[in-house]
């Protein structure tokens, strides 16, 4: 069993930053590929960054590549979303969620078992 808790959200202006973080605990191996989602009010969950947590391999989606940084920290347990030159619509709950091996590391958010409760980003233009 794998928990996930996320913190760091908040309310920022256009063009500010955010750190969001999430702490996880449970087996290793369950957490093979770790990625943020974020969903807003009447839209699907949708992936926004995925790591291989083995080599550490990275993946973004288009709409937050060059200004969203996913990366971990195994001695703590913890996997960061650096969000920087935020725009109003980055606006969401930023949801942390993990898988183990068996099947590819993406942003779909079906191959995802477990998910953190997740952390309001507000951006206000």
């Known amino acids: 069993q794998v928990q996930l808790v996320e913190s760091g959200g908040g309310s920022v202006q256009a063009g500010g930053s955010l750190t969001l973080s999430c702490a996880a605990s449970g087996y290793t191996y369950s957490r093979y590929c770790m990625g943020w989602f974020r969903q807003a009010p009447g839209k699907e969950r949708e992936g926004v960054a995925r790591?291989?947590?083995?080599?550490?391999?990275?993946y973004y989606a288009d709409s937050v590549k060059g200004r969203f940084t996913i990366f971990q920290d195994n001695s703590k347990n913890t996997l960061y979303l650096q969000v920087n030159s935020l725009k109003s619509e980055d606006s969401a709950v930023y949801y942390c969620?993990?898988?183990?091996?068996?099947?590819?590391?993406?942003?779909?958010?079906?191959?995802?078992?477990?998910w953190g409760q997740g952390t309001q980003v507000t951006v206000s233009s």
């Open positions: 969620a993990a898988h183990g091996s068996g099947r590819p590391c993406s942003l779909s958010v079906a191959d995802f078992d477990y």
């Open positions: 790591i291989y947590t083995p080599s550490g391999s990275t």
